[in-house]
């Protein structure tokens, strides 16, 4: 007889998460920043139990016959314990932006209004295989002075389990409560369903995985959700880009990695120079294994400049939506910004979309038109990240409009509150 | 046989206002405060076509036995199109917040990263009675670049109907799309059902009207809502608050109107002071009729000092949670600030809550850590308003923390994206 009870169970942690959340959100930034850097050593120091709970994952997944690429992902090496202790040093080093006021002015009755940064209170994160998010989460809900509630993938669960424990010392060793950062403790997809849909323990659920996952959990939780679909990212090359520049970012857009989001999945050539960019970009691409699917036009400038090298195919209308995450790119002449601007509003999963151009109206028209979450000039779409863009640490990329959009780090996890102060004004 | 389908309808209004929201978030700032301008024109300009329309509203109303004062929300006075109509020259003559670029920095990389202030596109909002709420949610629209789908109360809708047309009217005179405010032209109730429903459509839903709509609405779209529930507000006196100004506040934020979300429905006295302040206020509540439901130590202290005149009744717990908008008001002696906090975080419905002090840390404290969407110190909570706030206009009020929160003017009902200038970099 199964005496668990998920639902209980679940309950228990969103009751001690709200608890906590509201010692986190008062906490101040030496505090946090103590937790933080004692996470940091003891990552360091953990040796051979990571090491174990690791082996155990690791067997259960090589037995289960999982994929080598997966098996990897799974792995905590020294590197990658390394590369997370200073992720928690870096998000020590920042400044603390809870409590920040903005916007302080006085109004015609004389009472001053402004914001203030406060944390948004509990997040659940909802993840797969790779257990150093676990340390990425703790440490960004430290920081932010929210609590969280972990949910990682069944193939992760020893791994994570040593590691939120570690997250939990590291808590109580800075006076911070341990349910702070919670795990979620058994691998029961019930335990999902849960997490998703109690608003009164949990503020926001931030999923990262596929496309599936993240469409479930939008659809059945009965709290926002910041969600990060497809990235189907273009880049345009306009009629006055530079020829070396715009080779350079088409390549590095595409070819860099395959599989980001942010990797550049479908290419807009401006007809006037189609017939000397394509030729080129035709080259690299086909050196390099990309198969190039292409409307007629592109596909008959590069057959003709391929000569057969390369694969070169016709687009189907889906070639225009989809994010191949693999050497393929879609490819199209278009008339100009204009048809450009259309195409990728229609087209476009909205994440990040490029123009390479020295014309200063059509970079401007781009920007300001383009309806993505990150619009870039003369850049490759590659550089859509949380720390490329400077926000220290990153919890996923939005796609949405609402709340955050575009990479979320630390102040995607808090919300503004007004504050009033004054001597004693009434309403007239 | 009824060949109208409301379904195809409400499709065809989401289709019309998603083409318009890609016109309107490119319109220059000229244009709209022009569209604006000839709103208010028209407006006053309107006579006979409006107050027939009206006429039409009330003599239903009046037939169908409406009370008095739901009559009279309904009246388009004179008055009431003078307001309204200098409503939409405010916001003509308000800086243009679309387009603004905030936090343009210089990364390691060399790109430059920054964010944009962009419409949020389209925005349906739902309402009853009052039809001035339809020139406000249009006005709205057209100064923030959005498209807007209004859905205004049956017992208004030759109102509304004639009020629309002005809008339209207002942004064909300009050269905007008439599509970018659309009225439901059917009052059948399935409509509302469909607007909620259109995420392909409609970014976000605003409902205005009582906590039942409105949680039905949150419970049912697919969409995020911009919801305000209860404003169960709170005034805590602290031990060192100046007795005058602990009265005037006290008595403005529950007496000055009954019925605003942002009056106060509980009052929290510091023991210190409770001997001295309650028999002051307790003759006021008294004088003006108020109810006080009082815990047993507040409830001693009013019984002793009115001797049997006003209404001192004991509270019980539903009392600490429930927004009376009425002449009623629950109070509770507490130990401190403490408490005070502990108490409204628990009770409060994180509308906007204030504390009378001298104190300057107790000040801070509850400024801090009081959960609400407005946190004031010696103001009266009834300045919790998009107009006293300095937003300039006002189209809701959000007790969520996620996206707008508190007031909600121009700001809320847009987004940020990031813009990434560069000049040929790449990621490596």
């Keep these: 007889m199964n005496m668990f009870n998920v639902s209980e169970y679940m309950q228990t942690l969103g009751l001690q998460a709200k ?11 030496a505090t946090k920043n103590k937790a933080l850097k004692a996470l940091a050593r003891r990552l360091r120091e953990a040796g051979s139990t990571l090491a174990d709970a690791n082996a155990q994952d690791l067997a259960r997944a090589t037995a289960a016959g999982l994929s080598a690429p997966m098996v990897d992902r799974l792995k905590l090496t020294p590197k990658v314990i390394e590369t997370v202790a200073q992720g928690c040093e870096q998000l020590a080093a920042m400044p603390d932006v809870i409590g920040e006021v903005i916007g302080m002015k006085q ?16 997040f659940g994160m909802i993840y797969e295989s790779r257990p150093n998010v676990t340390i990425e989460a703790a440490s960004l809900a430290i920081k932010s002075g929210n609590a969280a509630i972990l949910r990682g993938g069944s193939e992760a669960i020893e791994s994570n389990k040593a590691l939120a424990q570690l997250v939990a010392d590291s808590l109580s060793e800075a006076g911070l409560p341990a349910a702070a950062v919670q795990l979620v403790q058994t691998t029961d997809r019930e335990a999902v369903g849960q997490l998703i849909a109690m608003p009164a323990f949990v503020d926001v659920i931030i999923p990262r995985g596929g496309k599936g996952l993240i469409e479930r959990i939008s659809r059945e939780a009965k709290v926002p959700v910041i969600k990060h679909l497809d990235g189907n990212c273009h880049v345009y090359v306009d009629d006055t880009a530079e020829l070396d520049m715009a080779l350079r970012i088409v390549d590095n857009a595409k070819t860099q990695k395959y599989s980001p989001c942010n990797a550049a999945e479908g290419l807009l050539v401006a007809a006037s120079i189609a017939e000397t960019f394509l030729p080129e970009i035709g080259a690299i691409f086909a050196g390099k294994g990309v198969e190039m699917r292409c409307d007629p036009a592109a596909g008959r400038i590069l057959r003709e400049a391929l000569h057969g090298s390369g694969r070169v195919v016709d687009a189907v209308e889906s070639d225009w939506s989809e994010e191949y995450l693999a ?19 229609h087209y476009s999963s909205h994440h990040t979309d490029a123009i390479v151009t020295r014309d200063h109206m059509n970079a401007q028209r781009f920007l300001r038109e383009v309806d993505s979450a990150s619009v870039m000039v003369n850049a490759s779409t590659r550089f859509a990240d949380g720390f490329e863009f400077g926000l220290g640490a990153e919890i996923g990329i939005s796609t949405d409009k609402f709340h955050a959009r575009g990479p979320v780090g630390i102040e995607g996890l808090t919300s503004l509150k007004y504050v009033v102060l004054g001597q004693g004004e009434v309403r007239t």
């Design 107 to 122: 109004q015609p009755s004389g009472i001053r209004v402004g914001q203030m940064r406060v944390p948004i209170g509990v």
């Design 19 to 29: 608890t906590a959340s509201a010692l986190m959100a008062r906490a101040d930034a």
């Design 327 to 345: 050497a393929v790119i879609s490819i199209k002449v278009v008339e100009g910004v204009d048809e450009a601007i259309t195409h990728i509003n």
